[in-house]
């Protein structure tokens, strides 16, 4: 069964806290580096993997997508989702990322924002996604830096309570983590950046960006405690796009064969 921990009750409400308040990195950090590389959206259809609040959704019918689909595991999340989003040409669906099935090229952008480190199988989504974008099509996404999900720890402190280094460890040992976060036992997955990279590679995409953003000086100033974001990178974001099929070359036969 895939880990749902966005309906728990207690998390669920630290969570909405956090986005509500826009105290988190999400704001700060991540939705400004995935909108520094997005295509033009207007008129396209756009898919959302792990849609949360359906902010990315209102964000993409506002720069004219043609249609937006956003795929939600959580029903209390798609509730909210729904309450904010005015009829339009916005859906959501209930599906674990993993479940859902992609139709054959029906996508212009596939977006997910922070997701794909709760999917065990990463592989098998990345793949979905490839089949399920015109050719041209990109995929972009962020997922928490593998400097941060190796040993899940956080910061190590002094006595006196400030940051002094954080600590990583079996970087190289990919599999589960779980950490506290609001509750206990949040399972994340832990890949490297080269398997993130590769995958995508592998895949039959083309890279087009890699990006280790953080928090900008005037974030900083409103918020200090994001100066930590300079320290050691908290988000990885990756766009790719599609390759069109290009026809195998054949050689010429040589004159006189």
Request: with cysteine.
């Amino acid at each position: 069964m895939k880990q749902n921990v966005y309906d728990d009750p207690q998390f669920f409400e630290g969570y909405r806290k956090l986005r509500d308040s826009d105290s988190g990195l999400n704001g700060a950090v991540e939705e400004p580096a995935i909108r520094t590389i997005l295509p033009d959206l207007r008129g396209r259809s756009v898919l959302d993997l792990g849609s949360g609040f359906g902010d990315f959704c209102r964000f993409a019918e506002a720069q004219g997508a043609a249609t937006v689909l956003g795929v939600e595991l959580s029903l209390r999340m798609i509730e909210v989702a729904k309450n904010r989003t005015v009829e339009g040409r916005i859906k959501y669906v209930n599906s674990a990322i993993e479940d859902f099935a992609v139709r054959p090229a029906t996508y212009d952008v596939v977006v997910s924002c922070l997701a794909l480190h709760y999917v065990r199988d990463y592989g098998a989504v990345v793949r979905s996604v490839y089949a399920g974008l015109r050719t041209g099509g990109s995929f972009i996404f962020s997922v928490e830096h593998p400097v941060c999900t190796a040993l899940c720890n956080g910061w190590y402190k002094h006595e006196g309570g400030n940051q002094t280094f954080w600590p990583v460890d079996n970087y190289s040992v990919e599999g589960e983590r779980k950490q506290h976060w609001f509750v206990d036992g949040v399972v994340k997955y832990h890949r490297t950046v080269e398997t993130y990279v590769n995958t995508v590679l592998d895949s039959g995409f083309i890279l087009a960006r890699l990006l280790e953003p953080y928090a900008s000086r005037e974030c900083v100033e409103k918020q200090p405690d994001l100066k930590s974001t300079s320290r050691r990178p908290p988000i990885l974001v990756i766009a790719a796009s599609k390759r069109p099929n290009i026809p195998r070359q054949v050689p010429a036969a040589a004159p006189g064969s």
